[in-house]
């Protein structure tokens, strides 16, 4: 009875969200602590339970598309803070479009190397090109480049998830933490994930975060698979 349960599509997206939820009253009773994010406790109960119950990802995939569906509306709706702050940001274009174009090719350039140096396999290295863009433009790339899709997923995960959980601090030990940097930052590094931690800390930070975010996605969409 408890396989057949968990064969279900929607019994494992019922746990996603029940994850995230969870996650988030933690994430609150902490004082919305930056090191711990409901997206990552989230994720790692959920990767629990998948461990714990010897479930298949492709088993747990089936939910997650009813999931992923929703994720152009998600993104749509993150015009309305950019229309608040259109009218500045038009004045910034050519050097916001400057600081995405250098901060995305330079953590590809980065992750690669390293992954080259420390790994040493052309695949991985392939499709650690993709980590820092939204997970269906990761896996549309890494299709192109001939790389993993599903580890291209899962670098784009933890990219987010990290990314959400230091930048903001680290600029402020930096005194860098201005909502256009903030913003910046996170949709260059944490694309969604880091998104929805700008909309967090105000509708400045999470306007120039979705810009960020799109326009890397659109550059690395571009030029990644020409590049690679």
């Known amino acids: 009875m408890l396989v057949t349960i968990l ?20 994430y609150q009773k902490l004082n919305h602590a930056s090191w711990l994010p409901p997206v990552l406790s989230g994720f790692v109960l959920v990767t629990f339970l998948l461990w714990a119950t010897d479930t298949p990802y492709s088993t747990y995939e089936q939910g997650g598309q009813l999931l992923s ?9 993150l015009a309305v803070p950019l229309f608040y702050h259109i009218h500045k940001m ?18 590809v350039g980065v992750a690669m190397a390293l992954a080259h140096y420390w790994i040493g396999i052309d695949v991985i290295t392939t499709t650690m090109a993709s980590k820092s863009v939204t997970t269906p433009v990761a896996v549309a790339i890494t299709e192109q480049t001939g790389g993993i899709t ?3 997923a899962a670098f784009v ?18 005194k860098l933490d201005s909502p256009q940097i903030t913003g910046i930052s996170l949709g260059v590094c944490a694309h969604a994930v880091g998104t929805s ?5 105000g509708q400045e930070h999470a306007a120039y975060s979705a810009m960020a975010m799109t326009l890397t996605a659109t550059l690395h969409a571009v030029l990644l698979p020409w590049l690679i």
Do not use: C, D, H, N
């Open 7 to 26: 064969q279900q599509p929607t019994t494992w997206l019922t746990i996603t969200l029940g994850a995230y939820l969870l996650g988030l009253s933690i």
């Open 69 to 77: 569906f929703f994720l152009g509306p998600v993104v749509v709706g």
């Open 90 to 107: 038009k004045k910034q274009f050519v050097t916001i479009l400057i600081a995405i174009t250098v901060g995305s090719l330079t953590t």
């Open 150 to 152: 599903a580890l291209a």
């Open 157 to 174: 995960m933890v990219t987010g998830i990290i990314g959400a959980a230091i930048i903001p601090s680290l600029l402020k030990i930096f």
């Open 197 to 201: 931690r700008a909309i967090e800390l």
